[in-house]
């Protein structure tokens, strides 16, 4: 599609519950990214992806986060046994390369929010 | 390490005033870019502007306009004749073709435009 596409709009859970979250790339674009946001703006990145290889996941939370891109399927970030301080909005962009040359496009985010 | 700083969390201005919103940028390369984004009351982030450490020129887009100064490390938005549409956090980063390969985010302005 033209569109980073981001499913769901807004996820709830409760504590201790898993999160899945969605994202799917504009067509041709075979770089990742995924940022969260919390709610006093602050952005931190997360991991990137070249197609289904891991790029960089030096911001991932290794001991409850995962994320996966593999062929033909929306990349995921899950969330096992969520925490009240993993409320935030998850932002998937997505690019044709990791260069600043080819800018990153953003979906409207998934607003996550735990109970 | 490289660093954004956007020192002004909030800015209230009365519709058709000026506004300048500062960024202030700290990296050890030579070569990176610096991008601004607004992110409206809907959440979804908008892509401004771009800019490389190459290019000093100022820019301007309608009512936008983007002053780069690297002696001073500062890029700075300047809406003129505000509108209340104009109304949102915006966020400056910057980027890197080396490393992480992912954006750098200021902690966001908030521009609020009063009719």
């Known amino acids: 599609g033209e569109e980073v596409a981001q499913t769901p709009k807004h996820l709830v859970r409760g504590e201790g519950q898993k999160a899945k979250l969605y994202c799917a790339p504009i067509k041709g674009h075979s770089y990742v990214f995924w940022y969260q946001q919390v709610l006093k703006n602050e952005f931190k990145f997360l991991i990137s992806f070249q197609n289904e290889n891991v790029f960089d996941e030096t911001g991932m939370p290794k001991e409850r986060f995962s994320a996966k891109c593999l062929p033909n399927s929306p990349c995921s970030l899950e969330i096992q046994a969520t925490k009240l301080e993993d409320s935030a909005v998850y932002f998937c962009a997505s690019s044709q390369s990791p260069t600043a040359n080819q800018p990153q496009h953003f979906g409207d985010g998934t607003r996550l929010s735990i109970l | 390490a490289q660093k954004v700083t956007q020192a002004q969390t909030e800015i209230s201005v009365v519709e058709k005033e000026d506004v300048t919103l500062d960024c202030v940028y700290e990296?050890?390369?030579?070569?990176?870019?610096l991008f601004w984004y607004k992110q409206p009351p809907s959440g979804e982030l908008v892509f401004l502007i771009r800019?490389?450490?190459?290019?000093?020129q100022n820019e301007i887009s309608g009512r936008y306009s983007w002053n780069f100064q690297k002696s001073t490390s500062s890029f700075n938005f300047t809406i003129t004749a505000s509108q209340v549409v104009d109304s949102a956090v915006y966020f400056c980063?910057?980027?890197?073709?080396?490393?992480?390969?992912?954006?750098?985010f200021g902690s966001g302005t908030r521009l609020q435009v009063q009719p």
């Open positions: 980063a910057l980027f890197m073709d080396t490393g992480r390969r992912a954006l750098t």
């Open positions: 800019r490389n450490s190459f290019d000093e």
């Open positions: 990296t050890r390369d030579t070569t990176y870019y």
